[in-house]
């Protein structure tokens, strides 16, 4: 699988980038993620409230302003609580509110940090908490939890106790106050799935079942939903995906593609019928009231490569509306002013694989054009092609890419001007190996260098041809001491010369080397 993506080094330059494992499965990841509509902002309905798809995958981004939070209305009485909820933010200020709860005179409920210090609190009694970190940059999922009859108050962060004291214990939470996100010391950074419960939880299964609660839960007696109704000041609402995605799909990188698994119960708006991979022939393999399954082919479905690493490749697909564009936007499209109206844009999925072998080098070319003089039109008409045998009549398929070739065989390359009207003839001007994508690559062999064979390198092989705008040669397939299972990559520089110029570099050949 794969395709052809551009890049410039200096004056012109095409890039080529295919790959085809010898490989087993490692890990994954996913990108892209953009399943609900109206994603740009929620709308009330006809009763004042988030149609039910949407009240999930939202989250609510403070910028430290003052008069910047979230708030909702307790109405029952409390004997225990737990609050769960996940954020990310910056630790570069001394005070901040994550959440509180009380009324004007009394905080009855808070987690917040001051002077640079974690607290708990409950009915005004605080615990410092400063032992661990409660914010990071990326996602975090928090639990607080109390119990009246014990008094234990304890934090919980990404499933393991960080925090833990005895608060009040005998002691209730009334109920008629304001539950408030950010607030009095103000807050910079991301909170989602904010929910409180009327339940303690105290067991290692219960504190991690939470972290899968990435909605707006009906059994929490003050839902997410009812933050997002109630903004104060300069909160921004705005499209959550990452910890949604995690909560409602699984991955599982398989030795001969990848399978993706929705849970259909956050997808309760898509017709299965109407999904596709990137090649639209490819539908879900399995269809139930629970799960939608789709399996894509590292060979086929349009999977792709998108990024090599010295001994491993990234292979991507896409699930997505049939008939809908695939991921890639252009610059002039990257904005509209169009409502969208419940449309899936794509749903990006993500494995890495590592070579098993280190006895067979694997090639993937790419190519560098450039010229010293004169105007080239387009960048995007020169090849390089990878041939099976030396009469270059069988070439290497896109789905072969990059090829595994066994030790001293040879490597039949070709690279060819596609369009004529551009020049009439080229030279190989370099050709350069790499052991990843970068052409700059501190470790890196040269095949041809200012037009010639490497003068130590016995095995390259120049091929006459009598079409223009083309030229041949192979070498004997080698691996790199340092990194002997990656991918080997082909960087080529092409000259553009006149052959009827009896001084150009066509003309002259290798008759000045």
Same mark, same amino acid.
């Given at each position: ?10 004056? %012109? ?215 997002? *109704? ?27 593609? %990848? ?10 708006? *898509? ?83 590592? %070579? ?50 066994? %030790? ?106």
């Amino acid at each position: 699988p794969g395709g052809f993506s551009f890049r410039k080094f200096n004056a %012109m330059l095409l890039s080529t980038s295919l790959c085809f494992p010898w490989l087993i499965f490692c890990t994954s990841a996913f990108d892209n993620f953009l399943p609900f509509p109206n994603v740009t902002t929620p709308s009330l309905n006809k009763n004042g409230a988030y149609p039910e798809s949407l009240q999930s995958n939202f989250k609510l981004a403070f910028s430290n302003r003052y008069g910047e939070y979230a708030d909702a209305q307790l109405n029952q009485t409390l004997h225990s609580f737990t609050v769960s909820l996940w954020l990310w933010g910056t630790e570069k200020y001394a005070s901040l509110s994550i959440f509180t709860y009380g009324n004007s005179t009394r905080y009855s409920v808070a987690l917040l940090r001051k002077n640079y210090s974690y607290y708990v609190g409950i009915n005004g009694r605080y615990h410092n908490c400063s032992s661990y970190s409660l914010l990071s940059s990326s996602p975090s999922h928090l639990l607080v939890t109390w119990n009246s009859g014990w008094g234990n108050v304890s934090v919980y962060k990404d499933g393991y106790q960080v925090c833990t004291a005895n608060l009040q214990q005998g002691g209730v939470i009334e109920k008629g106050g304001e539950f408030r996100i950010g607030g009095s010391y103000g807050f910079r950074g991301e909170i989602a799935y904010l929910n409180v419960y009327n339940t303690f939880t105290n067991t290692t299964e219960d504190v991690r079942s939470y972290r899968r609660r990435s909605f707006s839960d009906p059994s929490a007696i003050i839902p997410w939903n009812a933050f997002l *109704l109630n903004t104060h000041g300069t909160v921004r609402i705005l499209p959550e995906y990452d910890i949604f995605k995690n909560t409602f799909t699984r991955l599982k990188c398989h030795p001969t593609g %990848m399978e993706l698994i929705l849970l259909r119960v956050g997808f309760n708006f *898509l017709d299965p019928r109407e999904l596709v991979l990137l090649n639209d022939a490819c539908r879900p393999t399995l269809v139930n009231s629970t799960h939608v399954i789709f399996f894509a082919n590292l060979s086929d479905c349009g999977t792709e490569v998108i990024e090599y690493r010295y001994s491993s490749v990234l292979y991507h697909n896409e699930v997505r509306l049939r008939g809908s564009p695939s991921r890639v936007v252009r610059q002039a499209d990257a904005i509209n002013r169009t409502r969208v109206e419940g449309k899936l844009r794509s749903i990006s999925f993500d494995c890495w694989y590592y %070579m098993t072998t280190v006895h067979q080098p694997i090639y993937a070319p790419h190519i560098t054009s450039f010229h010293k003089g004169g105007k080239i039109g387009s960048t995007n008409g020169y090849k390089i092609t990878l041939y099976h045998n030396s009469n270059f009549s069988h070439a290497f398929t896109e789905q072969e890419y990059p090829i595994n070739v066994e %030790m001293e065989k040879e490597v039949f390359v070709e690279v060819a001007l596609l369009r004529r009207e551009q020049s009439p003839d080229i030279w190989i001007n370099r050709c350069r190996a790499t052991p990843s994508a970068d052409y700059w690559d501190p470790v890196r062999y040269d095949l041809i260098e200012d037009g010639c064979p490497n003068a130590t390198d016995d095995h390259i092989q120049y091929y006459n041809t009598s079409r223009l705008g083309v030229r041949r040669f192979s070498f004997q397939t080698f691996r790199f001491n340092d990194y002997p299972s990656a991918v080997v990559f082909l960087h080529c520089q092409i000259q553009f010369c006149d052959p009827a110029d009896a001084y150009s570099r066509c003309r002259r050949g290798l008759n000045i080397c």
